[in-house]
């Protein structure tokens, strides 16, 4: 069965570092572009990244720009987010996203991985 499965995520100080990873099974990762998305307490989910197939990149979005960093390993069927200079309103919940749009859609979602910036 399809499976996107955060890891990386917990308590950080704000300025430390943090790299989440999404382990992809059950789908043709190397065909699918890739995002990273978060959704913090009482607000609505955003995109923080996006990559396609081949590793092109998206740009952020101004409140992670220059801070964070998408990328995907398709031997590994493997995506990345290293997110450097954190801050404590990038405390969010992290989603994986998977999507394919080739004649028809399709989506996945991973079960988010926490991230708390506080100190």
């Known amino acids: 069965q399809v499976q996107l499965v955060e890891s990386g995520g917990g308590l950080v100080q704000p300025g430390g570092s943090l790299r989440l990873s999404c382990a992809a099974s059950?789908?043709?990762?190397?065909?699918?572009?890739m995002s990273w998305y978060r959704q913090a307490p009482g607000k609505e989910r955003e995109l923080v990244a996006m990559?396609?197939?081949?590793?092109?990149?998206?740009n952020a979005p101004d409140s992670v720009k220059g801070r964070f960093t998408i990328s995907r390993d398709n031997a590994k069927n493997t995506l990345y987010l290293q997110m450097n200079s954190l801050k404590p309103e990038d405390t969010a919940v992290y989603y994986c996203?998977?999507?394919?749009?080739?004649?028809?859609?399709?989506?996945?979602w991973g079960q988010g991985t926490q991230v708390t910036v506080s100190s």
């Open positions: 996203n998977a999507r394919f749009n080739w004649g028809r859609m399709y989506e996945y």
């Open positions: 059950g789908f043709t990762f190397s065909s699918y572009v």
């Open positions: 990559i396609t197939t081949t590793g092109g990149v998206t």
